[in-house]
């Protein structure tokens, strides 16, 4: 991924809705969702819900698969990839092992840290 293609899918995301739109996504996997389900969801009228579908998949997000007369929008995961490669690349000047988050339990975010030292 280059500079463009990641300021174009970071500013796809820096929307409430959107970032919201795109980890239900993300959450249901290969599975995706039709646009109705997504609408009563999160109660975004069609129009708005369409605008923002469209700003994901301009940026390579999402992927769209039409059947019929419905279209499934799927999280694309090679390029969600594809953006944390991009914002990790040179982490910690090349030493991954610096980089190393602090590991959290995600229900109430408390920090556990080793005691080992």
């Given at each position: 991924m280059d500079t463009k293609n990641a300021v174009t899918a970071m500013a796809a995301l820096a929307h409430a809705s959107r970032l919201t739109i795109y980890?239900?996504?993300v959450e249901l996997g290969p599975e995706g969702a039709y646009p109705s389900d997504l609408a009563q969801k999160f109660?975004?009228?069609n129009?708005?819900?369409?605008f923002h579908l469209k700003a994901l998949s301009h940026a390579g997000l999402i992927e769209a698969e039409k059947?019929?007369?419905?279209?499934?929008?799927?999280?694309n995961f090679e390029e969600?990839?594809?953006?944390?490669?991009?914002l990790t690349q040179n982490c910690c000047g090349g030493d991954p092992s610096?980089?190393?988050?602090?590991?959290?339990?995600?229900?109430?975010?408390?920090?556990?840290?080793?005691?080992?030292?």
């Open positions: 980890r239900h996504l109660d975004i009228p129009a708005t819900l369409s059947n019929s007369r419905n279209i499934r929008y799927r999280a969600m990839q594809a953006l944390v490669d991009f610096k980089c190393a988050p602090e590991v959290r339990v995600a229900a109430d975010s408390i920090r556990v840290r080793s005691r080992a030292r």
